[in-house]
């Protein structure tokens, strides 16, 4: 009797082993392939680097690689956000700087992911567009020996010699735009070859949108001017700048204008929307170069000025009261318009003046700086409070406060001349102890408490801000995108389709025989009706007469349907062939 117990099994599982080991030890080795020469290696890295997979894996890492971008802010575009964040954050603030993340789009990271995808895209495409092309010469291909075995065939027996159909197919064919090859006893037709010429425009347009975004990082700066009514600024000289890579602000032309005045009007009729814009125009005086001649334009919201193809473009515009301060002596120390940013709808606008080189009644030199509200149309709100009603200049208002210090202009640190820095400055204050109020109307004059001079509101000016900016493969990247649309709609919408058809004398010589067959590069539902429409178009060009419907049960037609209700005997439906 044999042994069951575990013991036994393991001398089985022993013996196993033991004769599987002769048997590979007789077994040659096998043997490991050689190493690759350099050039060899050198192919196998273009191979992979040029797969359409590897492109794809690329085309998401860039995706990816741009999410810092959006994250922290950036050098180029916002100076004072990085700075900014870099207070609040001083761990982290320096690893961020090193690994580039304050310059995410031009980062050597960044820069390698884009190149690298640059050349996988090409290297995916050219050899495609070769393939292509000589698939566009080529001859529709050979007819099969047996149409039936097509997912698609249709057969008819016409009255018309094989000879006359084969002309009449030809024609029929072409008609419906296929490529036509008339044979011996047969016609072969294929369409649908733009399918792959969309998505090589479609490839071929990703590479050109690349190269767009890439010329406009490189190239593209943009600036911002803000110039009171009859001051001139010059394209040199501008109050912030962001440039690409390979830009300066040298790179702007030396322009100049001048603006001469401001057209600006606001809704004052309709209730619902009192004191919506209706109209901003700047008239200016434009001069290309020193020593041009001036040429007036106007420019308006969304109809900016040109100077070669750098736009000039009106971005915003404001109130820039005119104040006039004198010092403890009299004499004038500030007189000019001082731009006021709107801060609502109805312009209610802050603003700052600042008087580094004053003195007081005793002749000591005194720093002044004045932080005001303008309101164009000033009223009191719930909470007793002034602000503006409309944003148009019909009630105008100057509300202030006056400081006494170090303004810090001489720290040779850049300041913001919107804003006033009163760390190291104390509050002029009345004889009552309390901050001394500055309200002013157009013509008013107050005296400052403590022999510090007077202020005056001499006036309203209006100021413009003006937008420099050149984006070089801004037109390429929307006539790529569009090439990229169309090619990805051809590709999806385009079919591919093969239809062959095929005529033979009848048996006993009465009539033709003729077989219509159809393929498709994929699933194609219309595949069925384009070859019942060749042989519906072949019978009306030919005058036969089309066939009449089987009637249902006989040979050729539909099986009857069987009863509702009857299950006492089983109803046989044929399958379809495929």
């Known amino acids: 009797m044999a042994r069951t117990d575990e013991t036994h099994l393991d001398d089985l599982r022993d013996a196993y082993r033991d004769e599987a080991g002769r048997e590979a030890g007789r077994k040659p080795q096998r043997e490991l392939a050689s190493e690759m020469k350099p050039l060899e290696f050198l192919r196998y890295c273009w191979r992979q680097l040029t797969s359409m997979r590897t492109a794809l894996f690329l085309l998401m890492l860039l995706a990816v690689a741009a999410v810092p971008g959006s994250t922290f802010p950036q050098q180029n575009n916002d100076p004072s956000g990085v700075a900014t964040w870099m207070d609040d954050h001083p761990t982290a ?33 050219l050899p495609r567009v070769s393939v292509h092309w000589r698939s566009l010469r080529s001859k529709p291909p050979r007819t099969p020996a047996r149409l039936d075995r097509l997912p698609e065939h249709r057969e008819a027996t016409l009255s018309t010699p094989p000879a006359e159909v084969l002309e009449v197919a030809r024609t029929v064919l072409a008609k419906r735009h296929f490529r036509v090859e008339r044979r011996d006893g047969s016609v072969a037709a294929e369409k649908g070859h733009h399918r792959e010429s969309g998505n090589l425009l479609f490839h071929l347009s990703l590479v050109g949108l690349l190269v767009a975004i890439a010329s406009s990082s490189l190239f593209s700066y943009s600036g911002q001017r803000i110039v009171t009514t009859g001051g001139t600024m010059v394209g040199t000289q501008l109050d912030s700048f962001s440039g690409g890579t390979w830009s300066t602000i040298d790179d702007v032309p030396p322009f100049t204008l001048k603006l001469d005045s401001m057209d600006v009007a606001f809704e004052a009729q ?40 750098t736009q000039i473009s009106l971005s915003g515009n404001g109130y820039a009261p005119v104040v006039v301060v004198r010092d403890g002596q009299g004499n004038v120390v500030q007189d000019g318009a001082t731009p006021f940013l709107p801060q609502t709808s109805n312009y209610d606008s802050t603003g700052v ?23 164009p149309t000033a009223t009191v709100n719930a909470a007793g409070e002034p602000v503006s009603a409309f944003p148009d200049t019909a009630s105008p208002l100057l509300v202030a406060r006056v400081w006494t210090g170090d ?5 040779g640190v850049a300041q913001n001349v919107y804003t006033l820095d ?8 009345g004889t009552d102890g309390q901050p001394f109020p500055l309200t002013l109307k157009p013509g008013d004059t107050v005296q400052l408490p403590n022999g510090l001079g007077s202020v005056e509101f001499a006036g309203i000016e209006r100021f413009a801000s003006f937008d420099v900016r050149y984006t070089p493969g801004q037109t390429a990247a929307l006539v790529f995108a569009l090439l990229a649309t169309t090619g990805l709609i051809l590709s999806l919408f385009l079919p591919r389709r093969r239809v062959w058809v095929k005529a033979s004398a009848a048996g006993g010589g009465a009539g033709t025989v003729v077989q219509v067959g159809g393929l498709a590069r994929g699933n194609d539902a219309g595949l069925a009706e384009e070859v019942e429409g060749v042989l519906r178009r072949l019978r009306e060009s030919l005058g036969e007469p089309e066939p009449d419907p089987e009637p249902s049960g006989q040979a050729g037609g539909s099986p009857p349907p069987p009863a509702v209700g009857d299950h006492e005997h089983s109803v046989h439906v044929p399958e379809e062939r495929p």
């Open 93 to 125: 603030g320096p690893w961020v700087e090193r690994l580039q993340g304050f310059h995410v789009y031009s980062s050597v990271w960044f820069s390698a992911i884009y190149l690298l995808l640059f050349i996988s895209l090409i290297g995916c495409v």
């Open 270 to 309: 309709q209730t619902s929307q009192i004191g919506e814009p209706r109209r901003f125009a700047a008239s200016v005086e434009l001069t290309d170069e020193p020593g041009d001649t001036p040429r007036r334009e106007t420019i308006k919201v969304n109809h900016p000025g040109k100077v070669g193809h």
């Open 407 to 411: 303004l810090g202009l001489g720290d």
């Open 353 to 375: 003046v600042k008087v580094p080189d004053a003195v007081d009644a005793d002749g000591k030199p005194v720093q002044l700086g004045i932080q005001g509200v303008f309101l």
């Open 422 to 429: 009163t760390s190291r400055m104390t509050q002029v204050q």
